[in-house]
């Protein structure tokens, strides 16, 4: 899978395993909602410093949001 | 550390642990060898999707570029 899609498809995730909207994400990390939405969607390319800002709102180690599958739910 | 200095030694590490100039590297991942130059010291933000091109040429997971500490040898 496309590693902008796999970090997207992680983000959101685990945003959702912590009941939070896009909008408290973007609170939390400093980031734009919509540009937590682009990443959400894979639509973007961020940089490290962003994994940084996303992992570190997240309360995950970084390399968490590059995993290629989902650790916490297998899918059907 | 800042992330950008972290995933520039991660890469420098596994880079030499394979016994490679920047210049081999930069031939495996299709980068410039100044480019690597400067993720090593730490100088560039790289996208995740150079981190997938650095990880694909030097034979790990993504996630590796982003570890805090060195998993391979330790410092005195």
Redesign the interface.
């Known amino acids: 899978m496309d590693?902008?899609r796999q970090?997207g498809l992680n983000v959101q995730r685990i945003r959702r395993s912590r009941g939070w909207s896009q909008e408290e994400l973007a609170f939390e990390s400093g980031l734009h909602r919509t540009y937590i939405s682009g990443i959400e969607r894979g639509a973007r390319?961020?940089?490290?410093?962003v994994?940084?800002a996303l992992a570190d709102a997240l309360g995950v180690?970084?390399?968490?949001l590059?995993?290629?599958g989902p650790p916490e739910t297998a899918s059907p």
């Open positions: 590693i902008r970090v390319n961020p940089t490290v410093t994994l940084r180690g970084p390399g968490r590059l995993d290629d």
